[in-house]
Nanobody, 122 residues
Framework: QVQLVESGGGLVQAGGSLRLSCAASGRTFRRYAMGWFRQAPGKEREFVVGISRTGGSTYAADSVKGRFTISRDNAKNTVYLQMNSLKPEDTAVYYC???????????????WGQGTQVTVSS
């Protein structure tokens, strides 16, 4: 199993950038595919980006392609979300998740962090 803690959220102006980090506990981090999801007020939790356990494959939702990049450092037990060209519609609580595969479906992930707030002002 793994415990996840997100950090790096905050307030940023439209067009700006943020980098989120997700620190994992234990020695089994590299066994898991990782993903980032987000949930805005009044909306369902949605897939943002995912990465395979080795980092060899990445996936991104159409809404963030070309702007958001996921990466992982297995030696540091950390996964990152680099967010560029932020838009007000990116405002949400962002969650880090670990699972068997980096799919778009939340039920594919077994472990979740507590979330970190990202607010983009216009």
């Amino acid at each position: 199993q793994v415990q996840l803690v997100e950090s790096g959220g905050g307030l940023v102006q439209a067009g700006g950038s943020l980098r989120l980090s997700c620190a994992a506990s234990g020695r089994t981090f590299r066994r898991y595919a990782m993903g980032w999801f987000r949930q805005a007020p009044g909306k369902e939790r949605e897939f943002v980006v995912g990465i395979s356990r080795t980092g060899g494959s990445t996936y991104a939702a159409d809404s963030v392609k070309g702007r958001f990049t996921i990466s992982r450092d297995n030696a540091k037990n950390t996964v990152y979300l680099q967010m560029n060209s932020l838009k007000p519609e990116d405002t949400a609580v962002y969650y880090c998740a670990a699972g068997s595969s980096a799919t778009m479906t939340p039920r594919s992930y077994d472990y979740w962090g507590q979330g970190t707030q990202v607010t983009v002002s216009s």
